[in-house]
């Protein structure tokens, strides 16, 4: 069996705190997984790890039974939207003929077909009307589903995004979350941030609860449960019995 | 106006040394407006003011060593920078503190080093503020050779500097350096600081990087339309700053940044997506058009 992400023992330091301790998993292709845990957790750190840009101080770090460094290209990365200045001067379609980096030389220009495929991309997000926008033009959701054209465009297997859903209205969520599932069902492998629980069973098709530790990885039914939940977030949840369906309903104080 | 402008054309054409402020003024226009556009968009101002200035002490001990001004302007201005970085990095002082700390040190070593020597050949005045006077044959090479280099390193590294500014995390996944090209940049900004010396002096170098570049992001949505405008502005404001320099005898950096000031407030005002009358104007007849 081959793993889209395969990590064994990984410690992750910065200025001498541990911000990732003795993480080991195996995360099968073609799965839309969601990282889970509170604050400080490092969701950022492991993610930062396996796409190669934080050093780790133990453990190793496969991507499709590879070195992170041969596969670059094949990782994209979808930012959370307040990274971004959305002032820059620069146009929806640059943005994501941007994806095409990867596959260019150094020195080489995008050619027209990287600016077909950019195209192509946005038309598949719903958004190539848009491609002569200036970026910061767009609603919060708009501008969402152009990172992901970006990612599209770069033709990668696996994908990393970065609260994806954070200040974005309800009905462009669920386009986004339609989406997802289309790049899924094309074959790709997932990996998405997020820091809401309320979502977590109608998103994800695997679960990582994290706190520094890896509380938990698996199926949703394995994960999903409280005295696990409870565990990541440092025992801040209140749980509440439903008598009817005796299911555990979590809330996070 | 035309008899001052034939009187200046007459100028140009006796003087030869009034050609070299002119192509000199013209250069340091291109060169400071298409790097002052990264610098701008990269949130590093302060940056360019802190390297600016910490030229200062290295141009003095060059020109002690007997060495080309060039070389210890290098040495001194990319030292400023680690130094800014380093700091910032290793202890809770934010980076504008920082910037603020090693900007005046750093200038001030370079006040005490000139009235050291006490020497009359290098004049304060002149490293400050510049003296179009007299750029020579040889200044006039150095800077067009800079402009020259700066301009196809961002032709040649379009694509990097473009991803690394406008999404930093992005860059670093797909192998870009970040960091080398951080460091790229504030050796750059040296380059077109000792460039401009001569012209526009290390005072006011800050205000040819920032504003027309400013003025340009005003007026367009497309970086590489800002880099072409803010040479131009530049530019503009190199001819029209020499000029005014020349009738009114007057200190040429100064008048340059004048202009290009003027020409930014007039972006400022009048642009047409995001100039402050213009808008009042919108707001207005939307006003209106709502009350019927």
């Keep these: 069996m081959s793993y889209s992400v395969d990590i064994n023992h990984l410690s992750?330091?910065?200025?001498?705190?541990?911000?990732?301790?003795?993480?080991?998993?195996?995360?099968?292709?073609?799965?839309?997984?969601?990282?889970?845990?509170?604050?400080?957790?490092?969701?950022?750190?492991?993610?930062?790890?396996?796409m190669g840009m934080v050093t780790a101080n133990q453990g190793t770090i496969r991507v499709f039974d590879q070195p992170v460094e041969n596969v670059r290209s094949d990782i994209a990365y979808v930012p959370q939207r307040n990274m971004i200045d959305f002032d820059f001067p620069i146009l929806v379609e640059d943005v994501v003929v941007m994806g095409r980096y990867p596959h260019l030389k150094w020195w080489q220009r995008p050619s027209k077909q990287d600016r077909e495929k950019a195209i192509e991309s946005l038309r598949q997000v719903g958004m190539e009307s848009f491609r002569k926008r200036q970026i910061g033009e767009l609603s919060g959701?708009?501008?969402?589903?152009?990172?992901?054209?970006?990612?599209?465009?770069?033709?990668?297997?696996?994908?990393?995004?970065?609260?994806?859903?954070?200040g974005i209205d309800l009905t462009s969520e669920q386009i986004i979350i339609d989406l997802l599932r289309d790049i899924r069902d094309q074959g790709k492998t997932l990996?998405?941030?997020?820091?809401?629980?309320?979502?977590?069973?109608?998103?994800?098709?695997?679960?990582?609860?994290?706190?520094?530790?890896?509380?938990?990885?698996?199926?949703?039914?394995?994960?999903?449960?409280?005295?696990?939940?409870?565990?990541?977030?440092?025992?801040?949840?209140?749980?509440?019995?439903?008598?009817?369906?005796?299911?555990?309903?979590?809330?996070?104080? | 106006?035309?008899?001052?402008?034939?009187?200046?054309?007459?100028?140009?054409?006796?003087?030869?040394?009034?050609?070299?402020?002119?192509?000199?003024?013209?250069?340091?226009?291109?060169?400071?407006?298409?790097?002052?556009?990264?610098?701008?968009l990269r949130?590093?101002?302060?940056?360019?003011?802190?390297?600016?200035?910490?030229?200062?002490?290295?141009?003095?001990?060059?020109y002690m060593l007997g060495m080309s001004f060039f070389i210890g302007a290098v040495i001194t201005g990319v030292l400023t920078a680690l130094g800014i970085g380093y700091i910032s990095q290793n202890s809770k002082v934010k980076d504008d503190s920082a910037i603020g700390i090693l900007l005046s040190g750093m200038f001030a070593i370079g006040v005490i080093l000139i009235t050291a020597i006490g020497s009359i050949e290098v004049d304060i005045w002149h490293i400050l503020f510049g003296n179009v006077l007299a750029v020579s044959q040889t200044d006039l090479w150095m800077t067009f050779g800079i402009t020259v280099a700066v301009i196809a390193f961002i032709l040649l590294f379009y694509k990097q500097l473009l991803v690394s500014t406008f999404d930093p995390t992005m860059a670093?996944?797909?192998?870009?350096?970040?960091?080398?090209?951080?460091?790229?940049?504030?050796?750059?900004?040296?380059?077109?600081?000792?460039?401009?010396?001569?012209?526009?002096?290390?005072?006011?170098?800050?205000?040819?990087?920032?504003?027309?570049?400013?003025?340009?992001?005003?007026?367009?949505?497309?970086?590489?339309?800002m880099l072409v405008l803010s040479a131009t502005f530049g530019v503009v404001s190199a001819i029209a700053g020499v000029?005014?320099?020349?009738?009114?005898?007057?200190?040429?950096?100064?008048?340059m940044v004048i202009v290009a000031t003027?020409?930014?407030?007039?972006?400022?005002?009048?642009?047409?997506?995001?100039?402050?009358?213009?808008?009042?104007?919108?707001?207005?007849?939307?006003?209106?058009?709502?009350?019927?």
């Design chain 2, 1 to 40: 106006m035309m008899e001052n402008i034939q009187f200046f054309l007459s100028g140009v054409a006796n003087y030869p040394f009034l050609q070299n402020a002119l192509i000199a003024g013209i250069l340091v226009g291109i060169v400071c407006g298409v790097v002052g556009c990264f610098i701008i």
């Design chain 2, 243 to 255: 000029f005014y320099s020349y009738l009114y005898d007057v200190a040429t950096g100064a008048s």
């Design chain 2, 172 to 225: 670093r996944a797909i192998g870009v350096p970040t960091k080398l090209i951080h460091y790229v940049l504030m050796f750059i900004l040296s380059l077109v600081t000792v460039a401009s010396l001569n012209t526009v002096g290390i005072i006011l170098v800050v205000a040819m990087l920032i504003t027309p570049g400013s003025t340009a992001y005003l007026l367009t949505d497309r970086l590489p339309v």
């Design chain 1, 12 to 50: 992750v330091a910065y200025h001498g705190e541990w911000a990732l301790k003795d993480i080991s998993f195996q995360a099968p292709k073609q799965e839309i997984i969601g990282i889970i845990g509170p604050n400080g957790a490092g969701k950022s750190t492991l993610m930062k790890a396996i």
């Design chain 1, 191 to 253: 990996f998405i941030v997020h820091h809401d629980l309320s979502k977590v069973e109608e998103y994800f098709d695997r679960l990582m609860l994290l706190n520094q530790r890896l509380v938990g990885f698996g199926q949703l039914q394995d994960v999903f449960r409280a005295n696990l939940i409870s565990e990541a977030y440092n025992g801040q949840v209140a749980t509440i019995k439903d008598s009817d369906h005796s299911d555990d309903v979590v809330v996070v104080k």
């Design chain 1, 141 to 166: 959701g708009q501008q969402q589903r152009v990172f992901i054209a970006r990612a599209l465009a770069q033709e990668a297997d696996l994908l990393f995004l970065d609260e994806p859903f954070a």
């Design chain 2, 262 to 292: 003027v020409i930014f407030l007039l972006a400022f005002f009048f642009s047409p997506k995001q100039g402050l009358v213009v808008r009042w104007f919108r707001d207005r007849a939307a006003q209106q058009a709502s009350q019927g």
């Design chain 2, 43 to 62: 949130g590093m101002a302060l940056m360019g003011d802190a390297i600016s200035h910490a030229v200062l002490p290295g141009v003095v001990i060059a």
